[in-house]
């Protein structure tokens, strides 16, 4: 009696665990329906209706929305091994990637990150410069014949070409001149079916229903592709210094054993995909904001020319080039092609003053942060100038983070800001492109967010 009376007066003295609010839904399905049916509405409009931290189900779970900088923080940085990825979400994902850096979590996540850390240098980024801009420059020189036709071209395929022909290049030592058409089909079905397959779990992928069908020979497709570069690889033993030569050299320090080539199969893949995907979408629509606002795309240009005066640039060329830099920020935060981040939560926390359970799935969007309106003045509009060192003073680390955060902050950040910007220099010194009238321009939230229209445009001349 004495011990349950000193329980019930500790409970009594404990403060009250604040549950967040939020919308009830459907009975049985909670807001999945909703969610499925437009995501990108949901997360701006939940947050702003409920509050910072709101509680909804989603599949028959709880799911606790994340709109705070530093709740974010907490997750991603500060809390972060009480977060981890085992949710539905990378397990449907493991169904293409299976266990890369992007799946997978703990310490064989840690081991593969510290493997691959070094094709991500600095250093060996500054010497893939040239392959950026060379490129580059050969799409341009394709595009001379469409700059003279009355025939759309649509930038969306173009940048998901140049995009996987670099990273191939630079990461892997290959070509791949023959595949990229073969691999952008594939991923495009593995895209859209995998996303499908969040918000509609049945059947299983392995059933034989005509989309499951499609999505395996994606799949399929993918494989083969990249089993012909570890191939190479074999066939020269591991020669070389590129992201799969140091990952065949690579030994566990335990056991001495190298990666076999299931592991080395999803390490590729996860970097093919991942590495040219974002920073394609991220391109695509930054040309599509500058076709809206010419003002921006003038003052682009002002400084390319002052700078490069029509030269190629380089990559010691981009610390002179800082409204370049402020474009595609601008760019990843309209339209950030990671838009939305689950984590689990391992242990019970507290997030924004509510208590979050052991077990619940934590899900936060830098689409919906990145047009907050308590952090962004105008959070619509397209304004790079945001950008400055003046304007960007007192905002929270954490009300941008496109490229994730923390110890899982994207591996290929710096690589893709660096093509990012090379790319863009490049083509913006050469030829303005305008929107084609009439042409839709939806957001499609994918794994990442892509056009779903792609983006159709007319060349012109720079100068014009």
Sequence with gaps: MAKAAIEAAGAATRPARKTPPGPRGNP?????????????RFVLTVPRRYGDVVRYRF???????????DAVKRVLQE??????????????????????????????WLRQRRLMQPAFHRRRIAAFGTLMTGETE????????????????DVAAEMHRLTLRIVAQALFGTELRAEVAAISRALVIANRRVTQFFFRPFPPLSFPTPENRKFQAAVRDMDAVVDKIIAAHRARNAAGDDLVALLMQARDPDTGEGMDDRQLRDEVLTVLLAGHETTANALTWTFYLLSQHPTVFRRLQAELAATLGGRTPGVADLPHLPYTRMVIEESLRLYPPAWVITRRAIHDDELGGYHIPAGATVMFSPYAMHHNARYWDNPEGFDPERFTPERSTGRPAFAYFPFG?????????GFAMTEAQLILATVAQRYRLDL???????????VTLSTRYGLLVTLHPAED
């Excluded at 599949?59 to 900088?69: M, S």
Aim: hydrophobic content about 40%; aromatic content about 8%; charged content about 15%.
């Design 436 to 446: 084609v009238p009439g042409h839709p321009v939806v957001p499609e939230p994918l």
């Design 28 to 40: 049985i399905l909670g807001m999945t329906l909703d969610l499925a049916r437009d995501p990108l």
């Design 79 to 108: 809390n972060h091994r009480n977060y981890d990825r085992q949710l539905f979400d990378f397990q449907v994902l493991s169904n293409v990637l299976g266990k890369g850096l992007l799946t997978s979590d703990g310490e064989f």
């Design 138 to 153: 050969a799409m341009l020189a394709r595009w001379q014949a469409a700059a003279r036709s009355p025939r759309p071209l």
């Design 59 to 69: 599949l028959f779970h709880d799911t606790y929305f994340v709109n705070q900088p």
């Design 405 to 413: 955060g923390g110890p899982h902050l994207c591996i290929g950040n």
